[in-house]
DNA sequence: TTGTAAGCGTTATCAT
DNA sequence: ATGATAACGCTTACAA
């Protein structure tokens, strides 16, 4: 459809490497030279061929995006079109572009793996949500191929973004101790994946610092789905906890409506914090004090290290400042009703 | 990295030609070269090159998901997950892969349209969510780039798959007619989406099914977001109306909290019907009724459908059958207990 | 059945 | 400053 290369040399009059050095803005063009190929190319209406680029560069400015097949219970969350969002605005600020691949079993993650990972058609990958034991990013970083990962990982080569999970959890549960409840639950995330794990630790920490005695049947395991967050509060019901911290608003969510259909009130008989702060948290009565993270600038910060690392790959030695290969981004605990007021 | 097809013929003592028809599966290779071959392929771990495939073929397998700057404001709605997985799916039962590309702006739109997709890096593309008015699609046709809508487009030539969004709001406003609400309002959706349009037509033909006279003071003008479900909900109150039929879900979880916080209770005073069926309709007291629309498998088909029709210009005739270019989903309505019993 | 060779549309090296 | 020319790794007539 396009002309190529070759035809806009011949309507300018000039060589084939003539029109490319213009069009990639070589310098060593004379001006005249220039004007004329760029009058060949307005008027033949020639686009490059990114694929034809791509195989003598050997790069196609297109990076993936990967999400293991687990989460596929929790892909409904406003959390994936954020991290999506995020990701994809700093793809298109340096003209790159994002491929989406979602795995709905280990098969085709390794079918994937094969077929386009090794195949050259991505620059690099971002991992988002893996659950602990998934080999996918040590195996493209042993490969050579450019890899961040989104959630903690435990590999110290593993370059990552993440949420400070941890602190949040922490302060969510410091902020119920401050107002003076003393029977705090929690229902946790998966264990298999970092944010998980980091929110529960969040609230150990916060019962230590406080010389609170941790009560594992207080400790109620879920996995992030709002039925999840039903099943847990049913089991801590007879418990008579004054307090759940809960580790997404989904399971928060869950967990209101089994309080509430056991007629009992939030929070005047059990104060409820979630975590995420996701559009729901402000659906509910009362609306949901929960923790705030960064999730489109994580997904954004991510793409951008990534591709840091990989213009530190070409040619041009390091134009911006390196960036750092582990990063944090601080969480925000947001008040709301659902704790009470002290 | 990986080795080329030539040294893989070294290897096995045969030229390149007879390594890429072992590659490509081709008949016409004796089984013993055959075997040869695979040896030699497995040994050196030789891996298809994708560009140089290709630039060679003129295919990349790859097709783009495009979605237009304007509904960033809803995007956090399980919608587009919903959607992405769908047509993720699908992408990897063919072997391709998705590319997604959002937009913040008409420019980068615009931006996009000549970088990514005139540049021979997408096979096509399904539109989604594209207001009335954007021109994306239409211009790729244009171009000779396959391109398939997701929702109701006016434009004979353009193929698309949308859910039946008239009947199925049409469907909802009978059931609360048949349940005796008298006074019945609508918040609608955007006016330039298709799906907003649509529910308020079908909103619009149950009344005058039901020989009911539409009174304009009832439709209050959404835009699918929370905050003017909340805005709508306000203007309609002073009129009282029974019940409401709010276009989507979010909107409804809106409506539900003004008409909570001016202590009245939904269905007794007011009855409501979402659109969606998002996993926050079952997060709301009372639960959401609503009517179900089958996201992920308009993402599905979508691709299925623009696939086909990439098979069809290469080089093997039809192979499946050609799928219609035109495909209505069905809506379903879901009771539950914001609508009332009767 | 297998091999030869001509592309596919760029970039990049090396002369000039 | 510009032009030949050799890659880049593959597919695919066409020949043998």
Do not use: W
Request: hydrophobic share 40%.
């Amino acid at each position: 459809m396009s002309p190529t290369l070759e035809e806009v040399a011949q309507i300018a009059g000039v060589s084939r490497s003539t029109v490319s050095r213009v069009v990639n803005d070589h310098p060593n063009v004379r001006s005249e030279t220039r004007a004329k190929v760029q009058e060949a190319i307005r008027e033949s209406g020639y686009r490059p061929h990114s694929v034809a680029r791509s195989l003598a560069t050997n790069r196609t400015r297109i990076i993936g995006m990967v999400i293991p097949e687990s989460v596929t219970t929790i892909f409904t969350d406003p959390y994936f079109p954020l991290l999506l969002r995020g990701a994809t605005e700093s793809c298109s600020a340096h003209q790159y572009q994002l491929l989406l691949s979602l795995f709905t079993s280990r098969d085709e993650e390794n079918e994937m793996y094969e077929r386009v990972l090794l195949n050259g058609y991505l620059d690099g990958i971002v991992v988002s949500s893996a659950p602990r034991g998934d080999t996918l990013i040590t195996r493209a970083l042993d490969d050579g191929i450019p890899a961040i990962f989104i959630g903690r990982h435990p590999d110290q080569s593993v370059p990552y973004v993440d949420s400070d999970n941890i602190g949040g959890a922490r302060m969510a549960v410091e902020h119920l101790i401050r107002l003076g409840y003393h029977r705090i639950a929690t229902i946790t995330g998966r264990q298999d994946l970092s944010s998980g794990k980091d929110r529960l630790e969040g609230y150990q920490q916060a019962l230590r610092i406080h010389a609170i005695p941790l009560d594992e049947r207080l400790v109620a395991p879920g996995d992030f789905t709002q039925s999840s967050g039903t099943d847990g509060m049913r089991k801590l019901l007879p418990l008579r906890p004054d307090a759940v911290f809960v580790a997404s608003d989904s399971m928060a969510i869950g967990a209101m409506k089994v309080i509430r259909e056991a007629d009992l009130r939030v929070p005047d008989d059990i104060a409820i914090v979630g975590f995420d702060d996701s559009p729901s948290a402000l659906a509910v009565e009362p609306p949901l004090t929960t923790v705030r993270q960064p999730i489109e600038r994580m997904g954004a910060m991510a793409v951008e290290i990534l591709l840091s690392r990989l213009d530190g790959m070409g040619r041009e030695p390091g134009q911006g400042p390196a960036l750092t290969n582990r990063v944090v981004l601080p969480t925000e605990l947001v008040v709301r009703a659902s704790c009470g007021i002290g």
